[in-house]
Nanobody, 121 residues
Framework: QVQVVESGGGLVQAGGSLRLSCAAS????????MGWYRQVPGLQRELVAV???????NYADSVKGRFTISRDNAKNTVYLQMNSLKPEDTAVYYC???????????????WGRGTQVTVSS
């Protein structure tokens, strides 16, 4: 079983910055990708940014140039640096991790409980 825990959300004024962190733990052999998604009530969860174990990244068009995803493979941790925040970035941000464990032949795909980010205008 893999646990994913996010931290770092909060309230910030438009134009400000926040840094989210996410750590995965458990019987992990390797993590192939970690990413951040966000969801606004009534809407579907959407990709914000994802990073592979090799360091390849992919961003939603709406956050390119403002958000940066990075990871520490040794700590099974991923970060999301969010700059120039806008009110439309307000959402619950969820961390996702995919990989393999010692305890199962089935790859895992685990989600955190989410952290609220609120950007005031």
């Amino acid at each position: 079983q893999v646990q994913v825990v996010e931290s770092g959300g909060g309230l910030v004024q438009a134009g400000g910055s926040l840094r989210l962190s996410c750590a995965a733990s458990g019987s992990i052999i390797s993590i192939s990708a970690m990413g951040w998604y966000r969801q606004v009530p009534g809407l579907q969860r959407e990709l914000v940014a994802v990073i592979t174990s090799g360091g390849s990244t992919n961003y939603a068009d709406s956050v390119k140039g403002r958000f940066t995803i990075s990871r520490d493979n040794a700590k099974n941790t991923v970060y999301l640096q969010m700059n120039s925040l806008k009110p439309e970035d307000t959402a619950v941000y969820y961390c996702n991790a995919k990989g393999s464990t010692w305890t199962s032949s089935v790859p895992f795909n685990s989600w955190g409980r989410g952290t609220q980010v609120t950007v005031s205008s």
